[in-house]
């Protein structure tokens, strides 16, 4: 009897549990509306709880203005937490949207348009992330979006235009990514755009136009890549491009335009030279050629390398790799040669961009430039990676017979500093001339500091170059030098430090090029 009361009082429990669980599932499933849900009057929102019953909308939540809809405010939806899209849009009265303020997800797109009383959306607070548009459009009295403050993400385009008040976009601080366009225009009283300081990438085109108020863009400063066409045209009041200093990657061109007072864009030319850009500049002009004018400096390639650069010629030889008429060009042949700049690592620890998709023709190797101060040679002011080419001429990236520097006077001199990862660096004996027509002369022991102390003797050619064998770039050839060479003896089609004569190969013809420059030291300038 005791055995069949227990049985029967376990299958009492079991039944109940499942009666419970039935219970669970269904009032969460009242809890999902499927499909899409309208709103058109005030009575629809105030009797949201009871009519729909539901946190959680699967299709468009529309809730729409048409017609004269007299909806004032959203204080009805209080309970929804998510929806897969939603459109507030065409609104004579409404003045706000604090009923939203649970919604924390929008599977889809974010439409907020044509609501001529709405001064904030406030109300979206705790809304984290939108998987498709978010588009923000003619709102006329909207003067902050403050309520995206916990936006992280954007799924695709990001569109904030024709809001007559707004003033600032600071509600975006927190977003780091949009996938598709970004497009900021046509905000009349738009003074900064400091919101969108956290956003990393743009996946597709950057569009920043029609904003009369717009002095600077330095709120995209930490933008290092856009997928495609970088736009910024008709901001009368904008003068320089400084915030776009980090961008590493354009995928497609770059249109900047119709910006009347713009007269610093010195980056563009950092990015001509660094192969930033993958496509066409339009500067000062459309894509059918028409002329549309920023400020004297910015309305040409030429006119902003010639008002952003000065450009030096040097010479400068390498006796580890001189082979009695000119220096070979091995690494090159064997495809050995690193697109990127190699100076990041110590003791050179440069952190330039130099990068390029192609070698030029005839280079010898990667050298390091550096420039001082005229009347105190500790002082660093910048520094430049570019090419030797195998006559003994530095040659920039884009393989111009020049070396572009971006922070000098043009009617100034410098201390300069030749550097090269497994010779001797040297420094010019004293100030030299920028703009020079004639290349300053590396070779010659009375332009560098220490005279020929600091350099060999190249008898084929009666010149002098650099000292091969400072390998660990201490200023210093000695043992530490060699040990290296012996720890990496036999290697063959490398790029390495230990190929003293730049043949690709480690072998005991790199010994002999270090063994006649043994003990040689640097000037203190130059050491690390």
Not at 292 to 319: M, R, W
Not at 342 to 364: F, K, L
């Amino acid at each position: 009897m005791k055995m069949m009361l227990s049985t029967y009082t376990s299958s009492v429990a079991k039944l109940f549990a499942l009666f419970l669980l039935f219970l669970i599932y269904e009032n969460a499933r009242a809890q999902v509306w499927e499909g899409d849900y309208l709103i058109e009057t005030q009575a629809d929102v105030d009797n949201f709880t009871t009519d729909c019953a539901c946190t959680e909308i699967t299709g468009v939540l529309h809730i729409s203005g048409y017609a004269n809809s007299g909806i004032v405010h959203l204080d009805g939806l209080s309970n929804l937490t998510s929806v897969g899209y939603l459109f507030i849009t065409d609104h004579e009265h409404l003045i706000n949207i604090d009923g939203l303020s649970n919604l924390t997800f929008i599977q889809g797109s974010l439409h907020i348009s044509n609501n001529y009383l709405l001064t904030s959306i406030d109300g979206l607070n705790n809304l984290n992330f939108i998987g498709e548009y978010l588009w923000i459009s003619s709102n006329l009295s909207l003067t902050n979006i403050d309520g995206l403050i916990n936006l992280v993400s954007v799924g695709g385009v990001l569109m904030i235009q024709v809001n007559p008040a707004l003033i600032n976009i600071d509600g975006l601080s927190n977003l780091s990514s949009v996938t598709e366009d970004l497009r900021i225009c046509n905000n009349i009283l738009l003074q900064n755009i400091n919101g969108l300081t956290s956003v990393i990438s743009v996946g597709k085109s950057l569009h920043i136009h029609n904003s009369p108020l717009l002095t600077n863009i330095d709120g995209l400063s930490n933008v290092t890549s856009i997928g495609r066409y970088l736009n910024i045209h008709h901001n009368p009041l904008l003068t320089n491009l400084n915030g776009l200093s980090n961008i590493t990657s354009i995928g497609k061109g770059v249109d900047i335009r119709d910006n009347g007072n713009l007269n610093t864009c010195c980056i563009v030319e950092h990015w001509r030279i660094n192969n930033v850009v993958q496509g066409n500049y339009y500067i000062g002009i459309t894509e059918n050629g028409t002329i549309a004018p920023n400020a004297s400096g910015c309305n040409s390639l030429a006119e902003i390398q010639d008002n952003c650069t000065v450009q030096v010629k040097f010479q400068v030889l390498l006796t580890g790799a001189y082979n009695q008429t000119a220096m070979n060009t091995y690494l090159q042949a064997n495809n050995l040669l690193p697109l990127q700049q190699p100076y990041a690592a110590h003791p050179s620890a440069y952190d330039g961009t130099e990068q390029v998709n192609a070698i030029p023709d005839n280079v010898v190797d990667w050298v390091l430039v550096e420039v001082r101060d005229a009347n105190d040679w500790d002082q660093l002011i910048e520094k430049r990676a570019v090419f030797l080419r195998n006559d003994g001429l530095l040659i920039d990236i884009d393989g111009s017979l020049n070396v572009h520097f971006f922070n000098l006077d043009e009617n100034s001199s410098y201390y300069f500093i030749i550097r090269h990862r497994n010779h001797l660096d040297v420094m010019s004996s004293q100030p030299l001339a920028v703009n020079n027509v004639v290349p300053h002369d590396f070779t010659n022991p009375n332009n560098i500091l220490g005279g020929d102390s600091q350099l060999s003797y190249l008898e084929e050619r009666a010149s002098f170059g650099l000292k091969a064998g400072d390998i660990n770039g201490d200023g210093i050839i000695n043992v530490a030098d060699v040990a290296l060479i012996n720890n990496e003896d036999d290697l063959l089609n490398t790029y390495q430090n230990t190929d003293c004569n730049l043949d690709g190969n480690i072998t005991t013809a790199d010994f002999n090029e270090y063994l006649p420059n043994a003990s040689a030291i640097g000037v203190p300038q130059i050491r690390y």
